[in-house]
């Protein structure tokens, strides 16, 4: 049980010329295990690729690069690179784009995951005194399980509450004096309202002091309102389950971007028009190859999720880069009224303003053959049973402030608090019921 700063020095502080030799010397190890895999095997050979005569990271760039539609297209134990009989477990994604895609684990898999995680809860202070909540799904969904075996594995008392059952959450809390919770953000601005609800202020009636946040995209604003309700440091953490889920990037407690574990995955930023790399800094779409994962690697992974890389060293003195808070998938993007809107322009401005409550949403419409775009948005409790004119008010400002970000002005409708559907997964920001949305 290590007792500093760090969960595993020996990696977390290695210099970036030391990452890119490890990277090489695992990236060639991987290669070599992929001739086990026909499906690898067939890549190659369709990429004229010879795996043995790789000698610098930039040879990886020679193979074609994968995404969902690569796994969504046969039976996922082709990319096996070990017999059957070593996987220990599956996991799949959420499915939010379609279909899921299945990732096969080996016992040693599983171990490097929760090493990864644990790395990761460790950075931001969780110890063997504290009591963990994990509010996220458990079940094929990798945010469960992933946070689990790390909390364990760091020696917390772990509360597998997985999600939903918003009074049992809280109960659970306050019974055993959780101090750590693991929760999609959306659903922890929810929460809020059932604590008000029940007359209780969680910085006054609860322990915690840490929140992971991840499994969907979320602005500044709202982490900062998370931190402000609850009292806490809320922390940023990505992954897909196609890394393994949790544990590819994370927050430290500078808080100015997340480390992606650079010794367990190769990371590249590409334009996702020209497939080509973006000078460093620019935002781009994310691209990784796991380094760590024996039982199913993954080379050149397209996310579709853009951020940009942040080239600056950090202040805690890990050289792991960092990348900015992902800014949504690049088929977030919609366009309408001829311009392209991402839903977390949409939510830096709400949650900027003064009297607008825990939930939105973006219904685009056809009206009379033209685009339309609603933003129906919760209003806070005080003001929904106050005065008419500030509503009228806030419904302008919103109105306004929108417009100068996004150069469309919207249709804004003030809803009463918690009467938009908030479901306990991720947040389905926008619903398009434009004619051509619907295929007509
Ligand atoms: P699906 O891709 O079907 O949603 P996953 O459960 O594997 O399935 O989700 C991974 C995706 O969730 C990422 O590719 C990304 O789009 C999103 N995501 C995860 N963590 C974050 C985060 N911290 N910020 C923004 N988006 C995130
Ligand atoms: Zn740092």
Not at 35 to 40: A, D, E, L
Not at 67 to 81: A, C, H, I, M, Y
Not at 182 to 202: K, N, Q, T
Not at 229 to 240: D, P, Q
Request: with cysteine.
């Amino acid at each position: 049980m290590p007792e500093g700063e760090f969960w595993n020095p020996e990696v977390e502080l290695l210099s970036g010329e030391e990452i890119r030799s490890l990277q090489l010397r695992r990236l060639r190890a991987v290669l070599e295990r992929c001739g086990n895999s026909p499906f690898y095997r067939e890549w190659f050979r369709e990429a004229g690729f010879d795996p043995a005569r790789v000698s610098s990271l930039d040879d990886l760039r020679a193979l074609p690069f994968m995404d969902k539609e690569t796994l969504r297209g046969g039976d996922p134990r082709r990319f096996l690179t070990v017999p059957l009989e070593e996987v220990v477990r599956l996991h799949s994604s959420s499915g939010t784009t379609g279909q899921a895609t299945v990732v096969f684990h080996t016992a040693r898999d599983i171990d490097a995951w929760t090493e990864l995680v644990a790395r990761c809860m460790y950075m931001t202070g969780v110890r063997r005194s504290d009591v963990f909540q994990n509010m996220m799904g458990y079940g094929l969904f990798t945010g469960g399980l992933g946070f689990h075996y790390a909390a364990e594995r760091i020696g917390a008392l772990v509360i597998p509450a997985g999600s939903g059952n918003s009074k049992r959450q809280i109960q659970l809390m306050r019974d055993f004096g959780t101090t750590v919770i693991h929760v999609i953000p959306s659903y922890a601005l929810y929460l809020l309202d059932v604590f008000r609800e029940l007359g209780l202020d969680p910085r006054r009636d609860t322990s915690l002091r840490i929140a992971f946040i991840g499994a969907e995209p979320h602005t500044e604003s709202l982490r900062r309102r998370l931190e402000e309700a609850y009292g806490i440091k809320a922390y940023n953490s990505y992954g897909l389950s196609e890394m393994s889920g949790p544990g590819v990037a994370f927050e430290c407690p500078f808080q100015e971007g997340m480390h992606v574990w650079e010794d367990s995955f190769i990371l590249e930023v590409i334009d996702p028009e020209t497939l080509e790399p973006v000078p460093e800094g620019e935002e781009g779409e994310l691209v990784f190859t796991t380094l760590h994962r024996e039982g199913m690697p993954l080379l050149r992974y397209r996310t579709h999720d853009l951020a940009r890389v942040f080239p600056e060293p950090c202040r805690c003195g890990r050289a792991h880069r960092r990348i900015s808070r992902i800014k949504g998938r690049t088929d977030d993007m919609f366009i309408v009224k001829g311009v392209n809107v991402f839903p977390m322009q949409v939510e830096r401005v709400l949650l900027g303003i003064l009297g607008v409550g825990s939930n939105y949403r973006i219904v685009l419409e056809t009206v009379d053959n033209r685009d339309e775009m609603r933003v129906q948005v919760e209003v806070s409790g005080d003001l929904w049973h106050g005065e008419v004119k500030e509503l009228s008010q806030l419904r302008r400002r919103i109105a306004q402030e929108l417009r100068n970000e996004i150069l469309v002005t919207p249709v804004v409708e003030l809803v009463e608090p918690g009467s938009l559907p908030a479901g306990e997964g991720k947040a389905v920001r926008v619903v398009d019921m434009r004619d051509h949305a619907r295929g007509e």
